[in-house]
Structure formats: structure tokens, C-alpha cells
């Protein structure tokens, strides 16, 4: 499978690791003795529990990457989490559910709804929280996770969701010179009435403002809709998600819901991954069949996407914005 262009423009697995190691004697915000020993312990388990993953076939490699993810999610919340917001920085708990788990079927995969359970003191919880994601208090399908993450849905589409938009910097022009400023394609309408049809789509975009639509390049849609140039800001701090290198908005995960950052979009797939190859092996070992199973290979490239695809995102989740907003 060729890699696409923001995979290109992404750091290898072993380079994303060793960026992370570089934090650890170096972390992005002062944090106490505790809390900084945390972040150290958790980023080592970490990076064993995904060189752990590397060597081990799909039979049961979800489980290293959700645990190792899991344990990421613990040094991203002993930095992010406030002092004095009478908070711990520790995290106790998942924080998801898989809907209708005892009764799933690999027919069914991309159907099977998974929500949040508990509060902001979960793992998840606590990560959606400092990372203004959606909490995921209504349940969310597979199908629609899947096509959150580019690294699998460009080659293995199961279906029609909300995807990521790409958002490039202006070229040219006194929008160049804005450092909020953004553009992507879109159709005329979906900018009509102050863009209300993307900002529903696309719920960061809901604090941006429209500089300009059109005179600038154009393209086409598959079904000839002409789309055009958009330009956006944000008057305060930009909203747009960072996937990998590069910049994006976020599908919402439900008409008038929010929308989930690409690191727990990764966090929810594997959950589900990982619950079903550790309490339902026989299922799981069906689902990985390539003699017999149309999921097999769509589940081995995402496995195998995972491992270059999280530590970027892990690196960029703790170096990023967020942290000094």
C-alpha cells in the first residue's frame, strides 16, 4: 500500500520514539518530581509496550497498542492536566464501552456502537477534556471511527462518514500574513449562510470567520460540484486538529455533536479492537481470516498503520498547542 502525502511528510516510528525520549529529560511544561517520574514511567511502558506489538502477529497485537496507547494517555495527562484544578494527574479506568459486546458478530463490525462511561477521572475522559475533544457521551459507530483516520479509509473504505479536511496555509496575500488564517476547498454550498452547513459538519469550525470565498484556484468534485477556494481565521486560538505534520478539521461524530481528536479517534478503534481480541478470541480469529474474512486485510493495515501512525500523534499531542493554551 503506498504511502499518501501526509504520511510522507510524518516522522518514522523509530524517529517519533525518539522524540518522545527526548522529552522525558527535557518535558514540554515544568511539571513536580511526581508528577514529572509519571510521565517518564508511562512513556517508557509506552514504547516497550509497542516494540512489543512490532514483534507479535494480528492474533493479539491490539492489545500491546491499545495498553501502550493507554499508558501514553497517562504522561499526556501528567502534563496536560492543571495544577490546582484539584485534579490528580492519575487516571483510574478505560472510560469506554462497547455496545451490545456479548452479542457482536464480524458482520456487524462497522455498526457496533462504542460511548464513554464514567467521568473526566477515566482515561479517556480525562483526555478528551484536556484535549477539547468530544466525550463521546452518545455512542459513535466503528464505520464513523474508521473514516476518521486517513491512514486506513483512503484504501479500505467501509461506508459513507464524515471525514477529515485538510487545512493548508494561504500563499499569498494579506491573508498569508495571518497566523490563524486557513483554506481548503469547498462547495458554494456549503459556505452559504455564514458556512452553517460546514460548521455543522465540522464543529471546529463553528468560532472561525469567513476572510474570502472563490477568485483563487478551483477544482471539481467526482460529480462535477465545482468547489473553490475557502479562507477562515480564528479571532482567538485556532481550533484545527493536528494530525501527524499536518493541520485539519475534524468530522463531527453525530449531527450537533463534537468532534473527536485524530489521537482518540486511534484511542476508540483500538479499545474496540483490543476488547474483542482479549475477551472474544474466537470472533477475533475469524475477523483476521484472509481465507475467509473481507475484514482481514482492512484490520492487518490498520494494526500495521498504528504503529508509525500513534507515536507521531503521541509527540504532537505533547508538544502541540494544547499544552500552553
Do not use: C
Not at 483516520?149 to 471525514?163: A, I, N, Q, R
Not at 485556532?238 to 494530525?243: F, K, T
Amino acid at each position: 500500500m503506498p504511502k499518501r502525502y501526509f504520511e510522507m511528510e510524518s516522522d518514522s516510528a523509530d524517529e517519533s520514539w525518539r522524540r518522545i525520549r527526548s522529552l522525558r529529560s527535557s518535558p514540554p511544561v515544568s511539571m513536580p518530581l511526581s508528577r514529572r517520574r509519571l510521565f517518564s514511567s508511562a512513556l517508557e511502558q509506552a514504547q516497550q509496550q509497542f516494540e512489543a506489538a512490532s514483534s507479535v502477529g494480528y492474533e493479539s497485537r491490539a492489545l500491546n497498542l491499545y495498553y501502550g496507547l493507554s499508558q501514553a494517555g497517562r504522561a499526556i495527562a501528567a502534563a496536560m492536566t492543571p495544577e490546582g484544578s484539584g485534579k490528580t494527574p492519575e487516571v483510574s479506568g478505560h472510560g469506554l464501552k462497547v455496545l451490545h459486546f456479548q452479542s457482536m458478530r464480524s458482520g456487524d463490525l462497522w455498526a457496533t456502537g462504542i460511548r464513554s462511561e464514567g467521568n473526566e477521572d477515566t482515561s479517556f475522559g480525562r483526555l478528551a477534556s484536556l484535549l477539547r475533544s468530544e466525550s463521546l457521551r452518545a455512542p459513535v459507530t466503528l464505520g464513523a471511527i474508521w473514516h476518521m483516520l486517513p491512514e486506513v479509509y483512503f484504501d479500505y473504505p467501509v461506508g459513507s462518514f464524515g471525514e477529515p479536511r485538510w487545512a493548508d496555509k494561504p500563499f499569498m496575500g494579506q491573508e498569508a500574513q495571518d497566523p490563524n488564517a486557513f483554506t481548503f476547498q469547498a462547495t458554494q454550498r456549503e459556505i452559504a449562510d455564514d458556512a452553517s452547513e460546514l460548521k455543522l459538519l465540522y464543529p471546529d469550525l463553528a468560532e472561525a470567520r469567513l476572510l474570502r470565498f472563490g477568485g483563487s484556484s478551483y477544482s471539481a468534485l467526482e460529480d462535477g460540484t465545482r468547489t473553490d477556494e475557502a479562507v477562515f481565521t480564528y479571532d482567538g486560538p485556532s481550533r484545527l486538529r493536528q494530525l501527524r505534520n499536518s493541520k485539519v478539521l475534524m468530522p463531527a461524530v453525530a449531527p450537533g455533536a463534537g468532534a473527536l481528536d485524530p489521537l482518540l479517534a486511534w484511542w476508540v478503534l483500538l479499545y474496540s479492537l483490543s476488547m474483542i481480541t482479549r475477551y472474544k478470541p474466537v470472533l477475533w480469529t475469524q475477523v483476521i481470516d484472509v481465507n475467509s474474512s473481507s475484514l482481514a486485510v482492512p484490520m492487518e493495515a490498520a494494526l500495521g498503520k498504528a504503529l508509525e501512525a500513534i507515536p507521531a500523534h503521541i509527540y504532537a499531542t505533547l508538544t502541540g498547542s494544547a499544552l500552553r493554551e
